[in-house]
Structures are given as C-alpha cells and as structure tokens.
C-alpha cells in the first residue's frame, strides 16, 4: 500500500545548506541567551582554535579589512577622535616617547639601532614616578639633542629620568664630561 501525502523533495546541496542555515538562524533567534551562553562556553574552552580561526581569517581577508576600517574612519570621525584622546589618556608615556621621538627624527638625531622598547620603558617610568610621588618626573637627554657645542642622540643609553626642575634647569647647556667645566 502506497503512502499518501506529499511526494519527497529532493534538494540540491546548495539548498539543504541554505535551509539548514535558515533553520539554525531561527533557533538563534527564538533560544538568543542560551545560543550566547554555549558560544561563549566554547570559546573560553577552546582558546587556540578560537586564535587559528581568527588569524585564518585575517590572512585571508586583509585586503578586505584595510578598506573596511578606513571606511568606518571615514563614517565615524567623532568615535575615531574619543578612542584617540582615550588611548593618549591611557598611555601617556608612549605618547611622550612618539612626540620625543618625533623632534628627534626632525633633528636627525636618531639612529636605526636604538632599542625602541626600552625608550618607552624609560617614558613609562617617568610617568609611574610622577603619578606614585606627585613630583613631575621627566625623561631627560643625558647629552643635549641640540646644542652649540654638541648634539646627542635619541637613544636608551642617552636617556635618564630626572625631576622637571633638574632637567629645567639643566637645559640643554650642561652634561657629563662637558669640555671647560
């Protein structure tokens, strides 16, 4: 005896794929919290897969993301300057060393051999010192970068922190083994 109803559908691939995703996105839809919930649980469990999945991604789609994120810069000024002055209130000591780093390229007094790392170590420490003592601390040019007699370079083994007041009044008219004193 034959069964009545509708006959079988017989789907490509393509559209049993498409119907599964249809299907999954209306459970996510209807179960949103614990869909959440079991995607997160499984990110915290699987953290290495998690980091290949992304980095796959992102070698894949670079050229995508370049024109994306410049896009949204271009959409979003008002984020872009807010995430800006946050980040320069968060790291004032990198933005020391960039500025610092700046008027050294502009004098040429930096050389490709300098441990970028530490110099930003060494600004960081100026402004832990200043926020743990109340005292401002600057990072002083241990030989000047500009002077009439010499010029010194922007390197790790040339910076020194110091109170502002020392460095004030040192100024670039004073340093070690300094010729005539």
Do not use: F
Not at 27 to 39: C, E, G, I, P, T
Not at 66 to 74: I, P, V
Not at 133 to 154: M, Y
């Amino acid at each position: 005896m034959k069964k009545l109803g509708r006959p079988p559908i017989h789907r490509t691939p393509e559209a049993r794929k498409a119907a599964d995703k249809a299907k999954a996105k209306r459970y996510r839809d209807k179960n949103y919290q614990a869909s959440l919930d079991r995607n997160n649980a499984w990110r915290h469990a699987n953290p290495d897969k998690v980091s290949a999945r992304r980095a796959k991604w992102n070698a894949e789609n670079h050229w995508r993301m370049k024109g994306y994120s410049d896009k949204w810069r271009l959409a979003n000024p008002d984020k872009v300057r807010i995430r800006g002055q946050n980040w320069r209130a968060n790291n004032p000591g990198k933005v020391a060393e960039r500025g610092m780093r700046r008027y050294a390229q502009k004098v040429n007094a930096t050389v490709s051999w300098a441990n970028d790392w530490i110099m930003e170590e060494i600004y960081d420490l100026a402004v832990r010192r200043t926020s743990a003592t109340g005292v401002e601390w600057q990072v002083d040019h241990i030989v000047p970068l500009c002077s009439p007699l010499v010029c010194g370079l922007h390197v790790e083994h040339n910076l020194q922190v110091i109170t502002a007041l020392e460095n004030r009044s040192k100024g670039n008219r004073y340093w070690p083994d300094m010729p005539g004193v």
